[in-house]
């Protein structure tokens, strides 16, 4: 099929922010993995320059920067069921497991000094991406490979219009790179890469009356995202080498946070996300070779997605002046309707479990630590879909752990 599915796909994942519906990957610091992405209206340390550039007004200190690194883990997801031949439209029976993933992943926040009622913030991270493998028949007709690789560097400010109010804002500077692989024994085979360059922006508003008490609304912009590429292979045995582009949005999504500190020891943290990946309703190829623009591999796929609900709660502890714990909960669920989901985008309704600490070995030093679990629904097909497929996906899950070095002065 096309290449440009190829880069299509690795966009697609790039909606987002913690490991989440679509491969959105919204944990990008200690704090935000250990309460589950339940970190908006209580972000008080350097990464409120990404998850809520407003709250920078609040920050003591000079100076603030976090630095840290992500290990994600994606055990094999299964299938069970039947999958049509696309190119003879046989059902063929299938009991397969994708590949096991692994990823490293850096980021950097940091959060500048006043200057008056302004302050500065910038933040480099991945919020979105990973990687699916099939490498059996008939996964591997539509989806033997899809990686994403994400980059966004996000440069905030925020200003203190009153004692109790702020208000952020910030430019998303991103760049994607896609790889596509999927093949047929006869019919075809393509090998594809893409990339691009886009940009969009973020909004953030604080309402703090007391120290104790913090209301949060953040937004991030849609991003569309023209992907453009070369791929090769074959068609029916005839060898190509073409170019091409492909246009995925990367929803725009709103957080509404509430944050409680109880005594100076406990903090909570209700957060409401709404994803709009409605704005996800077909895959559209567009070929350089009118032969293939002309195929069906040129032919617009239905997507049709759904706008999501995300609750999250995070609970902060100081037990000492020195270490702080952190739980946190989340209920997530997915865009993808039964009726176009695909090998390449296994996707279901997640509960994620989390925890963490830090330890402050002195009033400038910050060391974190955070784990997060992703269990997600089996997810059933009951009916022969738009994709081909009949049947269910099992041990949809991941493992997050992140480690941090953080310093104000």
Known sequence: MQRKILSSMVVLAIAGSSFGAAYKIPEQSTRSMALAG?????ADAADAAYFNPANMSWIEGFLNFEIGFKY?????LKFDGIA???????PIISQAKTETEDFIIPYFHYVSPDFGRFKFGISLTTPAGLSKRWKVDPQRYTAEEFTLKVGELNPTLSYKLTPHLSLGAGIRLIYAKGIAKY???????VDMEGDTFEYGYNFAVSYRPNEEFTLSATYRSKVNMDI?????????????????KVQIPIPSSLNLGISYTYKKKTKLEFVFEKTFWSAYNKLDFDFDNPLLESSNLGKPRERDWEDTNTLRFGVTHSITDKFDIMFGYAIDETPIPEKTLGFELPDAFGKIYSFGF?????QTLEIGFAFLYVKKDDRYIDYINLNGIKGRFTDLKAQLLNISLGYKF
């Open 38 to 42: 339940a970190y908006v209206a209580g």
């Open 72 to 76: 994600i883990h994606l055990p094999p």
């Open 84 to 90: 049509l031949d696309p190119v003879t439209l046989t």
């Open 183 to 189: 093949q047929h024994p006869v019919a075809y085979r």
């Open 228 to 244: 453009e590429g070369d791929a090769e292979g074959h068609l029916a045995g005839t060898p190509f080498s073409v170019g091409g």
């Open 358 to 362: 830090l330890i402050h070995p002195s």
